[in-house]
């Protein structure tokens, strides 16, 4: 996910690299984990400030209509969470929707204003972090360089909770190993790291990762334990985001 998840997004050292800017970097890193049509089975793991773990699992599923990306997320462990659905649509254009369903109250809630920077499902990730993000609304800077990465400072649109977000961008795989959140007074609040990743049909995608909330001192795992790519559309149907599809899937 960023978030989401979101987060989803082999130059070396040759004299086109050197004349990237932050901006084009940010965009063919974001080229390179595109997929159109997806299906990943997540274990998240919440691991508490003394170590003590929760775990759970999902399903995510993501279509890309043109510019436009909808995901949609089932929990099915532990029962306590089974059944909770999340629809997120990202508009190139328009304010991003989520809509999250909680089979104990049977209803859909939309996630909006100060609530898209709570937390998800427990977890280290805010809701705002599952978004993909919009590098147009975004300033970005190059801050340094060396043969492995890139690293760029961006500073989000005025509805972000960070005042700046600086990442790491590896050049043989274009896949940002490592995003720092800072606060508006840049004071490090959060960092999420990609461990582990894997290739498919040109394609690399996170396997492992973890977001620390450096305040708290406790972190969330995302494993993904299943994934299928470019899957046909007919797979993932247009009603799969509509609220009566999560009301009659609860």
Same mark, same amino acid.
């Given at each position: 996910?960023?978030?989401?998840?979101?987060?989803?997004?082999?130059?070396?050292?040759?004299?086109?690299?050197?004349?990237?800017?932050?901006?084009?970097?940010?965009?063919?890193?974001?080229?390179?984990?595109?997929?159109?049509?997806?299906?990943?089975?997540?274990?998240?793991?919440?691991?508490?400030?003394?170590?003590?773990?929760?775990?759970?699992?999902?399903?995510?599923?993501?279509?890309?209509?043109?510019?436009?990306?909808?995901?949609?997320?089932?929990?099915?462990?532990?029962?306590?969470?089974?059944?909770?659905?999340?629809?997120?649509?990202?508009?190139?254009? %328009?304010? +991003? &929707?989520? #809509?999250?369903?909680?089979?104990?109250?049977?209803?859909?809630?939309?996630?909006? @204003? =100060?609530? *898209?920077?709570?937390?998800?499902?427990?977890?280290?990730?805010?809701?705002?972090?599952?978004?993909?993000?919009?590098?147009?609304?975004?300033?970005?800077?190059?801050? %340094?360089? +060396? &043969?492995? #990465?890139?690293?760029?400072?961006?500073?989000?649109?005025?509805?972000?909770?960070? @005042? =700046?977000? *600086?990442?790491?961008?590896?050049?043989?795989?274009?896949?940002?190993?490592?995003?720092?959140?800072?606060?508006?007074?840049?004071?490090?609040?959060?960092?999420?790291?990609?461990?582990?990743?894997?290739?498919?049909?040109?394609?690399?995608?996170?396997?492992?990762?973890?977001?620390?909330?450096?305040? *708290?001192?406790?972190?969330?795992?995302?494993?993904?334990?299943?994934?299928?790519?470019?899957?046909?559309?007919?797979?993932?149907?247009?009603?799969?985001?509509?609220?009566?599809?999560?009301?009659?899937?609860?």
């Amino acid at each position: 996910m960023v978030a989401v998840f979101a987060l989803v997004l082999a130059i070396l050292c040759s004299p086109l690299a050197h004349a990237e800017t932050a901006e084009s970097i940010i965009d063919r890193a974001r080229d390179a984990q595109r997929v159109n049509n997806g299906i990943q089975q997540i274990r998240m793991v919440l691991v508490s400030k003394n170590g003590s773990t929760r775990e759970r699992t999902f399903e995510m599923r993501v279509r890309r209509d043109g510019d436009v990306v909808r995901s949609y997320v089932r929990f099915s462990q532990p029962s306590d969470v089974a059944g909770t659905q999340l629809v997120m649509v990202d508009h190139p254009d %328009t304010v +991003d &929707e989520q #809509v999250l369903y909680l089979p104990a109250l049977k209803r859909t809630n939309r996630i909006a @204003g =100060r609530a *898209r920077k709570g937390a998800f499902m427990g977890s280290d990730f805010a809701y705002e972090d599952l978004e993909v993000s919009d590098a147009a609304s975004s300033t970005h800077t190059l801050v %340094t360089e +060396d &043969e492995r #990465v890139w690293v760029i400072d961006s500073i989000p649109g005025s509805d972000s909770s960070y @005042g =700046r977000i *600086r990442s790491s961008v590896s050049k043989s795989d274009m896949m940002i190993r490592l995003a720092e959140f800072f606060d508006a007074k840049g004071q490090a609040v959060k960092k999420l790291e990609v461990l582990e990743t894997a290739t498919d049909n040109g394609v690399t995608i996170p396997t492992k990762s973890v977001m620390t909330n450096l305040r *708290r001192g406790t972190k969330t795992e995302m494993h993904v334990s299943g994934y299928r790519l470019n899957v046909p559309a007919e797979e993932i149907p247009d009603e799969t985001f509509t609220v009566g599809f999560l009301e009659r899937n609860g």
